[in-house]
């Protein structure tokens, strides 16, 4: 049964912004921390940026100031707002709750 499924990826312009969806189940959403990962190809997947239920964020050095994750406990939906995007955002990018459970990723290409 898919429990995190991510939308909102695809090609944007260095310089531009994506906003990036997870809708998650009820019971994974609503006492998790909530998740973004990405992984480029031939690196390792990495953290971007986390959020507890009770909205303290956490984010990768390389995204402070730039993205921003958030949720909707009313919706079941956690967000990854991306600003100022550069190449090396190029990943696929993947909700994750609990630390534990994953989506099938979504994938953000940044090129002119």
């Known amino acids: 049964q898919v429990q995190l499924v991510e939308s909102g990826g695809g090609l944007v312009q260095p310089g531009g912004s994506l906003r990036l969806s997870c809708a998650a189940s009820?019971?994974?959403?609503?006492?998790?921390?909530m998740g973004w990962y990405r992984q480029a190809p031939g690196k390792q997947r990495e953290l971007v940026a986390t959020i507890t239920s009770g909205g303290n964020t956490n984010y990768a050095d390389s995204v402070k100031g730039r993205f921003t994750i958030s949720r909707d406990n009313a919706k079941n939906m956690v967000y990854l707002q991306m600003a100022s995007l550069k190449p090396e955002d190029t990943a696929v990018y993947y909700c994750n709750a609990a630390f534990l459970n994953w989506g099938q990723g979504t994938q953000v290409t940044v090129s002119s």
């Open positions: 009820r019971s994974l959403f609503r006492l998790s921390v």
